[in-house]
């Protein structure tokens, strides 16, 4: 089993940034794919960006050119670095996770998610 922990939300203006932490514990043998995605009030959850173990990245166009996602492959840490922050990047951020055990079964795993409030 596999636990995804998010920090790093909270209420900031339009314009300012954040940095999102997800930190993942538990049987764990390989990270595969990490990303993040954000649901907004009355809206359907949507993928913000991903990263692949080698960094390969992928955004969704409404954040390209302000928003980086990372990993720490060693940590097991993955981080989405959130600039330029608009009102409507509001809504609660979730972090996935996919990736190998140390039995070799595959596991896909999601956060508890964060609150991040931006400010107009």
């Known amino acids: 089993q596999v636990h995804l922990v998010e920090s790093g939300g909270g209420l900031v203006q339009a314009g300012g940034s954040l940095r999102l932490s997800c930190a993942a514990s538990?049987?764990?043998?390989?990270?595969?794919?990490m990303g993040w995605y954000r649901q907004a009030p009355g809206k359907q959850r949507e993928l913000v960006a991903t990263?692949?173990?080698?960094?390969?990245?992928n955004y969704v166009d409404s954040v390209k050119g302000r928003f980086t996602i990372s990993r720490d492959n060693a940590k097991n840490m993955g981080y989405l670095q959130m600039n330029s922050l608009k009102p409507e990047d509001t809504g609660a951020y979730y972090c996935?996770?996919?990736?190998?055990?140390?039995?070799?079964?595959?596991?896909?795993?999601w956060g508890q998610g964060t609150q991040v409030t931006v400010s107009s």
């Open positions: 996935n996770a996919g990736g190998l055990s140390t039995w070799s079964a595959s596991w896909d795993s």
């Open positions: 538990g049987n764990i043998f390989r990270i595969i794919t």
């Open positions: 990263i692949t173990r080698g960094g390969t990245t």
